[in-house]
Each structure stands twice: as C-alpha cells, then as structure tokens.
C-alpha cells in the first residue's frame, strides 16, 4: 500500500498569511493526488485533483503543486473560514490512501 | 444539483450486521462509480470500498474485506454497505462519495454528509 505523510499537523496562522501544507507519498503517484477540507463537524470537501487542477466552485486562494511523491497545499489570505483539517490522499492504485490530516486554525 | 444521503447507521453490538445505504440524486447514478470512506471519532479519514458504475467492479481496505459488501441498485439510484461481524474498530461516521473518471485513474468529488455506525455491547 502507498502510505501517504502531511506537515505539519497542525498549524496556527493569522488572518490574512499565507499557509503550506506538505504531502509526501511513500513512492511515486505521479500526479494521481487529491486534497480534501472538512471543517469541525462537517464532511468532507473536494478542493483539489490531479494535484493542481480546483474542483468546480473553490476558491482560488487555495493552489496545490507537486508530482511523484511530493505535494504541497497553499492557503493564500487565511480567512476564519478556513479553520479546517486538510487531507492528502493518493488515487493512483487501491487502496486510496488518505494523509493523516494538518489542523489549521486561527491565531 | 448532486445529493447524496447516508442511512441506516445506529447503535449494534460486535458481531452482529448492519446494512447502510447512500441514495443518490441529481447526477446520472448508473455511469458512476461511488466509494464508501469512514472516520472513527477523532481520527482521520480511511477508505473503506469502491464499486464500479455497472457494479462489476469491487475493491476493498484489507480492514474489510471478507466482512464488508458493496453493491448497488442502479434503478433505485442507491448505494449499499452490508457490514458483518462488526467489531469495536468499525465505529465510525461512513460517507459515501462519488468519483470522477479521467486519466485512467478516478477521485472523489462529491461526499454525503455521512451516517454514524457504533459497534459496542
């Protein structure tokens, strides 16, 4: 199985900064790389596939890059809204493989 | 717009069975392949199966497989888990979730707001 690794867990921004979040496979995925938003007590949200490419109606403060086995998430103009946890997750070969999350909240 | 409605979870004692169901609406459910993903309280996302648009297809998390089902009814729009010997770690909120087919590979877009499974005596 592809084991899939976020940093950092958890992070402390203010409004307005701009925060990056790591994703790191355990072998190359080429871009097979998906992020998810869930807010507190909410399901999750698709933001990002094929590692850079925003699903219909996110916003485009939130980018991501990267290939084979690295991958980053970047917030631009953190906002209260976005107080989240974010997961990474690899759809290259089953069994999809989900990062173990990066909690991002407000200062 | 596309909607998809987890049921059927509750409250079941370790080995016993339980069937949750995702019902799907505003998209054409039959061309889609749709996955089931689980939280267990406090932790992080684990998928948990997959079944292709024509339900020919079927994979499963090692962590299920053997008591897990997934299925489907494509003239009921509807999705299925059928669970057995549940243990104590299948306590989670389930999301069902749909994917999208591109580039040889295909990832979720759009997830239920998911139902809750505990398993404890």
């Known amino acids: 199985d592809i084991q899939m690794t976020q940093s950092p867990s958890s992070l402390s921004a203010s409004v307005g900064d701009t925060v990056t979040i790591t994703c790191r496979a355990s072998?190359?995925?080429?871009?097979?790389l998906a992020w998810f938003q869930q807010r507190p007590g909410k399901a999750p949200k698709s933001l990002i596939y094929?590692?850079?490419s925003l699903h219909s109606g996110v916003p485009s403060k939130f980018s991501g890059s990267g290939s084979g086995t690295d991958f980053t998430l970047t917030i631009s103009r953190l906002q209260p809204e976005d107080v989240a946890t974010y997961y990474c997750?690899?759809?290259?070969?089953?069994?999809?493989?989900f990062g173990p999350g990066s909690k991002v909240d407000i200062k | 717009q596309v909607q998809l409605v987890e049921s059927g979870g509750g409250i079941v004692q370790p080995g016993r069975s339980l069937r949750l169901s995702c019902a799907a609406s505003g998209f054409t459910f039959s061309s889609y392949g749709i996955h089931w993903v689980r939280q267990a309280p406090g932790k992080g996302l684990e998928w948990v199966a997959v079944i292709s648009y024509d339900g020919g297809n079927k994979n499963y998390a090692d962590s299920v497989k053997g008591r897990f089902t997934i299925s489907r009814d494509n003239i009921k729009n509807t999705l299925y888990l059928q669970m057995n010997s549940l243990r104590a770690e299948d306590t989670a909120m389930y999301y069902c979730?749909?994917?999208?087919?591109?580039?040889?590979?295909?990832?979720?877009?759009?997830w239920g707001q998911g139902t809750l499974v505990t398993v404890s005596s």
């Open positions: 072998q190359g995925i080429t871009n097979y």
């Open positions: 979730a749909k994917e999208v087919y591109s580039d040889s590979s295909a990832y979720l877009d759009f």
């Open positions: 094929a590692a850079s």
């Open positions: 997750q690899q759809y290259q070969s089953y069994p999809f493989t």
